[in-house]
């Protein structure tokens, strides 16, 4: 019987083998195929953005040899991903992370930290719960967002909106906030509707085609805190560092009846990223859906303000924001 023992071991180990997946290639050639496969199935702007993928397939792969180190293969594919236009794409290795920062090249520069502290706050911008920062101008009340990263805790919105509720209005200030936790705009956006409303339309990616799309309806419910902030007057301040979470807010809140968004075009980036890691540990990420509004647009390159103004030389020189002095006029009016 024994005899027979190591027939039946190499047997089963054969077996399972059969049913193992093979490990894949880490050779600069088959990393470079991994990178552009991804991309070619989970990528959702090809045909928005005008992009041929085969196109550039041709003229970056004949530039990979196996012979390549790490920081040559990483920068091929850093250059074929900027092809994309597209922030919310990224390859990540040990020793770089690849972007596209032309979507927020020229473009005025809309948001002064310093000149805001120094001729308007002067040191007295309340911190709130580790999200906001509050100032009261007597008659209007501000809030700055600085990232949707930060959770928003019930305490931090019923303070702000129960020192507004004797005011003519609300700023929120959400300049250069990158984006963040998409749960966020929900929770805020929340505090500013009595109706669950219709936001718009996510169009995940679904399949190998460029078009393979599958449809999925977004709305919001208000609240269900008795503090909301409803009927006044709601100016958010927009710049083009405005991005992904909060590109995404700029567009749930423009249209609602009470609210206008003052400042700059914000900066995109509609689509959720997906991620896979490839066979050298790499990490790559890609924009895998779209969001179109509830009027009709996709918002990947950012979303118009109501009121579109820069901030001003002149003003600058004087120590003003002009995008808050027209927010506060608007209010004030």
């Keep these: 019987m024994k005899r027979y023992l190591p027939f039946l071991f190499i047997c089963l180990m054969s077996c399972e083998q059969a049913f193992m997946k093979p490990t894949p290639a880490a050779t600069p050639k088959a990393v470079f ?31 990979v040899n196996d012979s390549m180190t790490e920081e040559e293969l990483f920068k091929v594919c850093y250059d074929m991903l900027y092809e ?5 794409t990224n390859l990540k290795s040990r020793f770089n992370v690849s972007h596209s920062p032309e979507v927020f090249l020229d473009y005025p520069t809309n948001f002064f930290g310093d000149l805001l502290n120094r001729n308007y706050f002067k040191g007295r911008l309340q911190p709130i719960d580790d999200a906001f920062y509050f100032y009261d101008f007597g008659d209007v009340v501000y809030f700055l967002y600085p990232s949707f990263s930060d959770n928003i805790s019930d305490y931090a919105l ?40 219709s936001m718009g339309i996510e169009r995940h990616k679904s399949g190998k085609g460029k ?14 805190s008795t503090k909301k902030y409803l009927g006044k007057p709601i100016v ?38 997906t991620a896979t890691e ?56």
């Design 278 to 333: 490839l066979s050298n540990g790499w990490i790559l990420r890609v924009s895998g859906s779209q969001f179109i509004d509830r009027r009709g647009d996709n918002i990947e390159n950012g979303v118009q303000p109501d009121v579109k103004i820069d901030i001003l030389q002149a003003d600058i020189d004087k120590g003003k924001d002009t995008i808050l002095e027209k927010a506060l006029s608007l209010i004030r009016k």
């Design 236 to 273: 958010i301040l927009t710049s083009r560092g405005c991005y992904s979470a909060t590109n995404r807010f700029a567009a749930y809140m423009k249209g609602l009846p009470n609210v206008t968004l003052v400042g700059g075009v914000t900066g995109g980036g509609g689509g959720l990223p």
């Design 211 to 224: 078009n393979d799309f599958k449809e999925e309806k977004v709305s919001v419910s208000p609240s269900t």
């Design 158 to 197: 019923d303070y702000v909106i129960d020192k507004a509720k004797d005011k003519k209005g609300i700023i929120i200030d959400v300049r250069d906030n990158g984006g963040g936790a998409i749960g966020n705009i929900d929770i805020l956006t929340s505090r500013f509707i009595n109706e669950e409303t």
């Design 84 to 88: 994309l236009k597209d922030e919310h």
């Design 33 to 63: 195929d991994q990178v552009w496969n991804f991309v070619n199935e989970k990528f959702s702007f090809f045909e928005y953005k005008n992009i041929d993928w085969d196109i550039s397939y041709k003229t970056y792969s004949a530039k």
